[in-house]
């Protein structure tokens, strides 16, 4: 539910892409609901937005008094993040083009870019796993340090392939395509210190798999775009996985 209320976000700013002050006044509204959540608050914000006919953003007053229902930390959690979102968001939604896309001047602000909607979901499903997962306390700082690189090498990706479907704000001005590869496969080396991290403190299967399997499916990604950007003729083949506990059977580049 907490990753639902940050991507009902990104909703909210994709039926608001233009003119740009507009987009940053929904920014605006939606971190003012995350400040102090209620059902009736997402239902005027809903409401402001028209956006009652697309089902997931009708739905915001349903989840908020879902999450209403949670403890009192997880609420924190939740709305902690999603106010960070928001904050994130801020810093581009002057930067709209007409298209909904948001310019993004050079590779750094494209991770930025990432960050403030991919990372941030990363960010919280790893304050989630620290309260879930007692093995990870000794850890918890170390896995903080690195909980952003996951979700921002999935929207490095996603971008580097054109989905517009999960990154669908990016016009990047002129920077080299490899460029942007490169800096793909550092924050696939951040991401899989992640994983490493909790092997390490000896996280569950369950954990494990849930960290691993978007990192294989990264990497499977990149190692496709390169081939086919340097002209490689062998389609590589997605990682299998060595048992869960084991990580990915070939090393990150």
């Known amino acids: ?4 209320a940050l991507h009902a976000l990104h909703e909210f700013e994709a039926i608001a ?4 002050l507009r987009r940053r006044k929904t920014v605006q509204a939606y971190a003012k609901l995350a400040s102090d959540p209620s059902p009736a608050s997402a239902q005027r914000l809903v409401a402001m937005m028209d956006a009652e006919s697309h089902p997931r953003l009708s739905n915001l007053p349903m989840l908020v008094e879902r999450i209403g229902t949670m403890s009192a930390q997880r609420r924190r959690m939740i709305w902690h993040h999603a106010k960070q979102a ?8 002057l930067r709209a083009r007409s298209n909904g ?3 993004v001047r050079d590779a750094k602000e494209l991770v930025g870019f990432c960050n403030s909607r991919m990372g941030i979901v990363t960010e919280l499903t790893t304050e989630i796993l620290l309260t879930y997962e007692p093995a990870l306390t000794s850890v918890a700082e170390p896995l903080r340090d690195v ?3 996951p979700g921002q090498v999935v929207g490095l990706v996603d971008f580097l392939e054109g989905d517009e479907s999960s990154c669908p704000a990016c016009a ?6 490899s460029r942007i590869r490169s800096l793909s496969w550092e924050q696939l080396t951040q991401a899989e210190m992640y ?6 403190a000896g996280a569950n299967r369950e954990v494990l798999a849930f960290a691993a399997l978007p990192l294989a499916w990264a990497k499977s990604r990149l190692d496709r775009i390169q081939c086919c950007e340097e002209g490689t003729s062998d389609e590589p083949q997605p990682p299998a996985l060595v048992g869960v506990s084991g990580g990915l059977q070939r090393p990150w580049r």
């Open 172 to 177: 990047l001005d002129p920077v080299e395509r």
């Open 147 to 149: 909980a952003a690189s």
């Open 101 to 103: 896309h948001v310019l």
């Open 195 to 200: 994983l490493s991290i909790l092997r390490r």
């Open 86 to 93: 928001a904050q994130r968001s801020l810093a581009y939604s």
């Open 1 to 4: 539910m907490g990753v639902l």
């Open 17 to 20: 892409p233009w003119p740009p």
